[in-house]
């Protein structure tokens, strides 16, 4: 590990200053916020991170570690754990969801030292960026190539990918979050801001070293998700390639508003297929006004994969999205729901 200097940040204002040349959402940026450390610690000791400056953001754990629930929704702050948010009364039975993808990440140690925060900033697991011996890595030296491409790509994305880089958003909570329509609370610099949480994360565009809109010296401060039937009938349905401690291959965070067969709104969110947390807003328009069948999910799953791009090793997983799509369609269309009169 290369040496670095060390900073706590007392409060917020001073992480923001302290963290301003965090630069504009680039991966490998000169000022690192550590809050769980698990990925940022990680990528330090394998030279793929090198930042000089490292600012230690958990003693803001109080004020931005809350979980806010009530009649028009969530709010999750930042610095929470992921343990302690999948294992929230209210995230279980009103966001099942957000708990499911945070119960399905990682192992019990990692989701209890790792945030909310942290774990949607986490870089991708494509072995030729985590290994700086390979050369050709667009994300971490730009204008150097993609070697994933001809390389092994089994568990490289298939959807948003172009010629600079092939590499899969890893996470599980950035799915569930995108198919919630969540927006997250920034704070910066320049004062405090609202996006939605499907504009954090940055379309590859040939510049896959720029990963988020996050601006110099802005930390992701909360998580919130609007309440209503669609979120408390939502699923995460996790597919990998041994049963715990292990990414997705696939994945899909589905949300419905029914009226008896009926969808009456639909939200969709794909994992282990995308460069980002991928939305899929073709599945949605299949399936709003119409009866939910095995046919219709299959008709959905089909439009959210029709753009697909495989390079060699990774020709399985359009078909096996697909599946997982339609699967999960099912599973939530028949799973139990509790009323809510205060919703
Ligand atoms: C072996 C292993 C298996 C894993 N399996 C899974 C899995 O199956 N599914 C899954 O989803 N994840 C998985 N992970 C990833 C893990 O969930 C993340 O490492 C973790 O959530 C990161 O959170 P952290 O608090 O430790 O972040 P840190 O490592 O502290 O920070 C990560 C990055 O986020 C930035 N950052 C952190 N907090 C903020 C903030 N509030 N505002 C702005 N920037 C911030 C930092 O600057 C840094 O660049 C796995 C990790 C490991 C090591």
């Not at 769980?36 to 953001?57: C, N, S, Y």
């Not at 969540?182 to 939605?196: D, F, H, K, M, V």
């Not at 110099?216 to 995460?236: C, D, K, M, N």
């Not at 291959?249 to 947390?277: C, H, K, N, T, W």
Request: aromatic share 6%; glycine share 10%; proline share 6%.
């Amino acid at each position: 590990m290369r040496p670095f200097t060390y900073e706590r940040a007392a409060d917020l204002a001073q992480a923001s200053r302290l963290g301003l040349e965090t630069g504009q959402g680039q991966t490998d940026a000169r000022v690192q916020f550590l809050a769980g450390g698990t990925t940022l610690i990680d990528l330090m000791k394998l030279d793929v991170l090198r930042p000089e400056r490292v600012v230690d953001i958990t003693p803001l754990r109080s004020p931005y570690a809350t979980i806010e629930a009530g009649p028009n929704g969530l709010r999750l702050g930042a610095l929470a754990k992921m343990s302690t948010v999948a294992e929230h009364p209210a995230v279980l039975a009103d966001y099942p969801a957000i708990s499911q993808s945070l119960q399905l990440a990682a192992s019990a140690q990692l989701r209890n030292m790792a945030t909310l925060g942290g774990n949607v900033l986490q870089r991708t697991r494509c072995p030729y960026y985590r290994d700086p011996s390979w050369m050709a890595c667009n994300k971490r030296t730009p204008g150097s190539g993609c070697a994933a491409i001809a390389g092994f790509n089994r568990n490289h994305a298939v959807l948003g990918v172009d010629r600079s880089c092939i590499s899969q958003y890893p996470g599980d909570f950035g799915v569930a979050l995108v198919a919630l329509d969540a927006q997250i609370e920034l704070s910066g610099p320049q004062g405090q801001r609202r996006i939605a949480f499907a504009s954090l994360h940055r379309p590859v565009e040939g510049q896959p070293h720029i990963e988020t809109t996050l601006m110099p010296g802005e930390v992701i401060t909360a998580f919130q998700v609007t309440a209503g039937g669609w979120a408390r009938r939502s699923l995460y349905l996790k597919v990998r390639d041994r049963a715990s401690y292990e990414f997705a291959i696939a994945s899909a965070a589905v949300a419905l508003e029914m009226d008896g067969e009926i969808v009456r709104q639909a939200r969709i969110g794909l994992g282990g297929m995308a460069y980002r947390p991928w939305r899929a807003h073709e599945a949605e328009a299949v399936l709003t006004g119409k009866p939910l069948t095995e046919a219709s999910a299959e008709a959905a799953a089909a439009a959210a994969l029709g753009g697909a791009v495989t390079h060699g090793n990774n020709a399985y997983k359009p078909e096996l999205g697909r599946r997982t799509l339609v699967r999960a369609l099912m599973q939530a269309k028949t799973m139990p729901v509790a009323t809510r009169k205060d919703c």
